[in-house]
């Protein structure tokens, strides 16, 4: 597994476990993510990606294991070190949950009012500007319901930069969305990285998108992961599960042509 | 080797184990929530401290448990003092006492049906509304993208509400009380053939201080903690084991209403104890 030196590492997540009951849902994951990169944690429907984001963000609470954010260890009892590390960091939910009974631009505007003390003129002109940043600006009094799909995940995107975060956790950004806006999203991701200079995790099962978007992806799968390294070692690894993952979609094809030609294809360990 | 089977124990003795394990894991759970509901009202009134724009959410909770709420509170009030002046009407009459139902209807609003009604009205209403409400945000992960943010959920989504229960059961209780006497003074005076004068006077004379007292304290207390129940168990929908999803949100907003009533009447026995 080929990663960054530990020294330009931004995240470094070592030997997480977690487990609900008798689920064991992460064995014993590592990942890291250097400095200023996009890194995409890809892995089948159900491996357990949206609660290793979790535990990243301190939604769920690790068994065990490791958290390094900026060279310092995330302890879920140090008060103080998770809020240094809430306040430099957003996370964008796979339903975008945003709240549903305040406008757009309250919506833009929560994070700085409730953890910040900038003053409500300031607030408003930078969440303007994100709301502008995001074709966003005509639609800042409209609720959410009220919004498009498309629009809901802009405006989620445009709450989670406007409090200009060193790192970003998107969980499943693309979920439920169409290939056009699916690329949409991806590009957004990439565009706004680039300018506003945040350090992303993604977590999707979207492949081609992840690696063509990504500095570095990593497999996860059954609990630990398979592999990280860069899109190009990702596509020469010759790691049974990586290619299983990579070249589902040719494997999609011969099990179609076979199923058509009438013989018996199992599929069920897949599911 | 041989092996020595031991007898299976008396039937009486199982029942007297299983009913201990029983009542000491509800006991125990009992307790356990009591003490977490008491943490999650203690911070969410320590949360407001130097909560920004907390008055404008205070003013929206204000109108969620008190504009809403006022028609509910008129046509049960109505009722209420229409059916007593009618009750008491005919009872006093046989004794010859029909001069006092000004008496019997204020005394009997004042001290005890206004703050009960008012409360249990404002909890059919705003308090099972406030409950499916954070059942939903927890469901939909609005409270998680609040965490995450580093917010404090409390300040912003329970704080208000309890402010805003300080503010508005007394005042429901009080306009409660006051159509209340309007409905005793239809039946007994209106409808029926006693003097308005009577009626009024002895409203005036019937009604102490401490008997108003008694009464906004009582809806006070109430208003604090339905409101507090009704928040706690929407917030921990997604605490529930028999239930998930919308399911856990239906079953959080019935058991606040029920747990609301309930403590009701009994902190009203309780503070009527206390202050009698």
Sequence with gaps: MSTAPSSDLFLDVRAVHKRFGENVVLAGVDLAVPHGSVVTVLGKSGTGKSVFLKCLAGIVTPDSGEIRFAGRSLDADDAVCRAEFRRRCSYLFQNNALLDSITALENVALPLEQTTQIPNREIRERCLEALRQLDLEKHRDRYPSQLSGGMQKRLALARAIVTRPELVLFDEPTAGLDPLRRNAVFEMIVKYQRQFGFTAVLVTHDLPEALAASDQVALLDRGSMRFQGTPAAFNASNDPTVRAFRDSTDALKESIAALRRGENVNTENDL | ?276
């Design chain 2, 1 to 276: 080797m041989s092996i020595r089977v031991l007898p299976a124990p008396p039937a009486w003795l199982a029942s007297a184990s299983f009913m201990l394990r029983f009542l000491g894991k509800h006991t125990l759970a009992t307790a356990y929530e009591l003490g977490d509901f008491a943490l999650f009202t203690g911070r969410s009134f320590s949360a407001a401290v130097g909560s920004r724009k907390l008055g404008r959410r205070v003013v929206r909770a204000v109108y969620e448990q008190g504009v809403r709420c006022v028609p509910v509170i008129l046509i049960v009030g109505l009722f209420t003092g229409l059916v007593l002046g009618l009750q008491g009407y005919y009872v006093l009459n046989k004794f010859g006492s029909a001069g006092l139902l000004g008496t019997l209807v204020s005394l009997t609003l004042v001290r005890e049906l206004a703050p009960v009604l008012a409360a249990l009205m404002i909890v059919g209403q705003a308090g099972s509304a406030l409950a499916a409400e954070l059942g939903i945000q927890r469901n939909s992960e609005q409270i998680d993208a609040l965490e995450t943010m580093g917010a404090s959920v409390h300040a912003y989504l329970i704080s208000p509400r309890l402010i805003a229960a300080l503010l508005v059961f007394p005042i429901q209780t009080a306009f409660f009380t006051l159509i209340g006497l309007l409905g005793g003074f239809l039946s007994g005076s209106v409808v029926l053939a006693l003097q308005p004068g009577v009626y009024w006077s002895a409203v005036y004379r019937a009604v102490q201080p401490q008997d108003v007292r008694e009464c906004l304290i009582k809806a006070v207390v109430f208003g604090l903690l339905t409101v507090a129940i009704c928040a706690y168990n929407g917030f921990n929908a997604h605490r529930r084991k028999s239930s998930t999803g919308a399911r856990a949100v239906s079953a959080s907003t019935t058991r606040a209403v029920v747990f609301s009533s309930i403590i009701v009447l009994a902190a009203d026995y309780a503070i009527t104890s206390l202050l009698v």
